[in-house]
């Protein structure tokens, strides 16, 4: 059974530091990785879209990267702000019967503290 | 372009009662995907769609549960005779894809279903 997890659950930080989130999938034949952000009672925001040949992604002060052979994503947020604060959630999709449907982890929660 | 949308944003049913979503995809994604999410937990697959076929449907998915999109544009998924345990928020989610390969899924704002 394909599955992802998220660790930590729940994260707290102050304003401006440095923070990465970490993902891990079971299988290694992951066609592509979404991270997304969900603010409470939200849909889902797209962040960033690895494809299983890349090693990393960037938009702005996101850096995630994808690591098949170890199982492994992180999502690195540089200078955190408040408004960074939500639910982050990765996703990998797989190609099984042709839907490459999207498994996701539970997400870790951050709160940046101004 | 406006994005993935999907109306109602709420529903409030009692048990027994059928409801029924809809799903407006951007308008040039063949792909159309359903998932459902209940508190605390990430999105869970239920069904999709390229163009007008359903091509997959998951487990989650009852004999109480129906998806249509006819000519392949917008959807709707109804639930017929709503359990409790059909409180969560079901999302609905579009990608672009070259032949039976996808691109980055888009996803609307969600429907939340409450059953009493």
């Known amino acids: 059974k394909q599955e992802v997890t998220q660790i930590p659950a729940a994260l707290s930080v102050p304003e401006g530091e440095n923070l990465v989130l970490n993902c891990s999938f079971t299988?290694?034949?992951?066609?592509?990785l979404q991270w997304f952000r969900q603010d409470p009672g939200k849909g889902l925001t797209s962040l960033l879209l690895?494809?299983?040949?890349?090693r990393e992604q960037t938009s702005g002060r996101l850096n995630a990267s994808l690591d098949k052979s170890s199982g492994r994503s992180t999502l690195y947020i540089a200078a955190s702000q408040p408004g960074d604060s939500a639910t982050y959630l990765c996703?990998?999709?797989?190609?099984?019967?042709?839907?490459?449907?999207?498994?996701f982890g539970k997400g870790t929660k951050l709160s940046v503290i101004p | 372009d406006t994005g993935v949308s999907q109306d109602p944003r709420h529903k409030i049913t009692k048990r027994g009662q059928n409801v029924t979503f809809r799903c407006d995809p951007i308008?040039?994604?063949?792909?159309l995907y359903w998932y459902r999410q209940t508190l605390g937990q990430g999105p869970e697959f239920l069904t999709y769609?390229?163009?007008?076929?359903?091509?997959?449907k998951s487990r989650l998915l009852s004999d109480r549960f129906s998806a249509e999109r006819p000519k392949g544009s917008f959807s709707t998924l109804e639930i017929q005779r709503t359990e409790q345990g059909d409180s969560a928020m079901y999302l609905c989610?579009?990608?672009?894809?070259?032949?039976?390969?996808?691109?980055?899924?888009?996803f609307g704002p969600g429907t939340r279903l409450t059953v009493t």
């Open positions: 989610a579009s990608s672009q894809s070259s032949g039976m390969i996808p691109y980055e899924q888009y």
């Open positions: 299988d290694s034949a992951i066609y592509n």
């Open positions: 690895i494809q299983s040949s890349q």
């Open positions: 996703a990998a999709a797989y190609s099984g019967a042709g839907s490459y449907q999207l498994t």
């Open positions: 308008s040039e994604h063949n792909r």
């Open positions: 769609f390229q163009n007008e076929a359903q091509l997959e």
